[in-house]
């Protein structure tokens, strides 16, 4: 995401964060086998075809296990999925090339579906919510189209698939796995594809699962990371949309943490206050992005116990 003001004087790039940030986005490229695939989203366009999404897969290194690699599907927030660095624009974006190389780590081939540039968009982070021409409601197709495309693959457990999505990815995950969507239970009930196994999202707004929690039924053990201190996307909402599905018996669970804001988990900078972006708790008056190192240990430890739990054979 692009800063337009620094909340210190740390946010200014210097030639050896630059460097430093090349560093990590190249050594994640080399953490697995890494494949640029095309696969069709759930939505159709406006002739009737479905939409020919473009992905990056990224495999663990070595022998494929009995019975195929347990899988994420990824999905990039508002600011897309790739790079804004000059010259390296169809490259992952440093936060998640870091998260792959985390992940393909342990084991797990990851799937990043790009929602926007299909549509013609590179991003949506300074487009007001209703003016947004790419929305949570069509990402969500998109992701049960990388559900059913990695599924297929000979390579993959396909039984063995969580979801995984950061602000706007992580509202999509939470829309994606509600089977009180009609769309998203005749998919999770089709005998072809199995349904996610886990759901995480990081920093999602909640105030739509909140305001139709008589229509929410998590279809997936979903578990939600977020600041204390976001002003982009409140945890309150989070929080009471939780203690709701709880109610209901739905394994669903929340961490805030202390001190931390959106976007958390960055692995370097410092947190700056955009004013490019109109949304927010307090429209008009920006938002803070940028990490929290304490917060972003504590969700690794949590993510990563949750996401083995779930994805054993």
Not at 60 to 84: E, K, Q, R
Request: charged share 20%; net charge positive.
């Amino acid at each position: 995401m692009t800063s337009l003001r620094a909340s210190t004087k740390s946010a200014t790039r210097k030639p050896a964060l630059l460097a430093l940030l090349l560093a990590y986005v190249s050594s994640a490229a080399h953490a697995g086998v890494v494949q640029r695939v095309e696969f069709p989203s759930v939505q159709s366009d406006k002739s009737g075809a479905p939409i020919a999404l473009r992905a990056i897969l990224i495999l663990p290194s070595g022998p494929v296990p009995a019975g195929g690699f347990p899988a994420l599907v990824a999905l990039h927030g508002c600011g897309g999925m790739y790079s804004t660095l000059k010259g390296h624009e169809d490259e992952l974006a440093q936060r998640l090339a870091l998260r792959a190389k985390r992940y393909v780590s342990q084991g797990y081939a990851v799937l990043f579906p790009d929602s926007f540039r299909p549509r013609g968009t590179r991003e949506v982070c300074t487009t007001r919510l209703g003016e947004r021409t790419v929305t949570i409601a069509q990402r969500r197709l998109d992701a049960l189209g990388a559900l059913a495309w990695l599924a297929k693959r000979g390579d993959i457990a396909g039984d063995r698939i969580a979801l995984v999505g950061w602000s706007h990815g992580g509202s999509t995950a939470l829309q994606a796995s509600n089977l009180g969507d009609a769309t998203v239970a005749r998919f999770a009930n089709a005998p072809e594809a199995p349904f996610f196994r886990a759901v995480v999202a990081f920093y999602p707004g909640c105030t739509v699962p909140l305001t139709r929690q008589s229509q929410w039924k998590p279809g997936a053990p979903t578990r939600i990371h977020i600041g204390a201190l976001d002003d982009w996307t409140a945890p309150e909402p989070c929080e009471q949309w939780t203690q709701a599905m709880r109610r209901k018996g739905f394994d669903v669970a929340i961490h805030v943490y202390p001190g931390a804001q959106h976007g958390f988990d960055s692995p370097s900078g410092a947190v700056v206050h955009r004013t490019d972006v109109p949304n927010g708790v307090t429209p008009g008056a920006g938002v803070h992005v940028g990490p929290e190192p304490a917060a972003r240990a504590a969700a690794n430890v949590e993510v990563d116990a949750f996401l083995r739990a779930r994805l054993a054979p």
